[in-house]
């Protein structure tokens, strides 16, 4: 059976790393491509990618075998392009807030690639996912962003690219800033006004401390 009459979702994505850099026995595996790095990849069918796992053990390969749902599709960019056309040519990146012309936006994986397969947790996290390319896993970033963040499964990134998909959290984000811009300019007034708003800071300040002092400390005996 020729790969071109194969069924997609009855295929898995075969990755072979030789052991040794740069020595990747090519004419022993004429069906794989080099991918990125020393990374070598076919889809194959589950009986053909057996065969080749005995081959790779053999030839000082490392060998990978992953679900299709856990490999990036050729066409995740325009797929989010068609699903959330961009506003007035462009999009705003979930992570700084940053807007950005669609050419320069990335497309990122929320829960990247890499982690759903290397980690048992981050294939639980996309268990009701259609795949790792789902649209919910999709979110628009800058080239800067999506470079920081890296291969990185943090909860952190994962809260701010939910939280960075509303314009209601840019608009309070961006209230509060100017609001604490206020409050630091009214505190370095001379005279009357600026003692009221040190005097409030203060107290605001004391309350937080003695919040976080009574979360964090233990109920005292008796
Ligand atoms: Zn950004």
Known sequence: M????????????????PMRKGEFPARAFPEFTLDHGQVWTADLTEAEA?????????????????????????????????????????????????????????????????????SRFMRWKIRHYTDVNDLRNLAPS???????????????????ARLGKHALYWRIRRTMVVLLVLLVILACLPGETGNMVRQYLLTAGMAIRDGIWRLLAPPLPG
């Open 2 to 17: 020729s790969t071109n009459t194969k069924r997609k979702q009855d295929l898995v994505r075969v990755e072979l790393v």
């Open 50 to 118: 057996r065969r080749v796992r005995r081959l790779a053990g053999r030839r000082h390969v490392f060998c990978h075998i992953y679900d299709m749902r856990y490999v990036r599709s050729d066409n995740y960019r325009q797929r989010f392009i068609r699903a959330f056309p961009p506003k007035h040519g462009k999009y705003r990146c979930v992570y700084c807030g940053r807007w950005v012309k669609t050419r320069d936006m990335t497309v990122d994986h929320v829960i990247p690639v890499y982690g759903v397969k290397r």
């Open 142 to 160: 800058c080239r800067r962003c999506n470079l920081k963040k890296g291969e990185s499964t943090s909860f952190v990134w994962r809260w701010r």
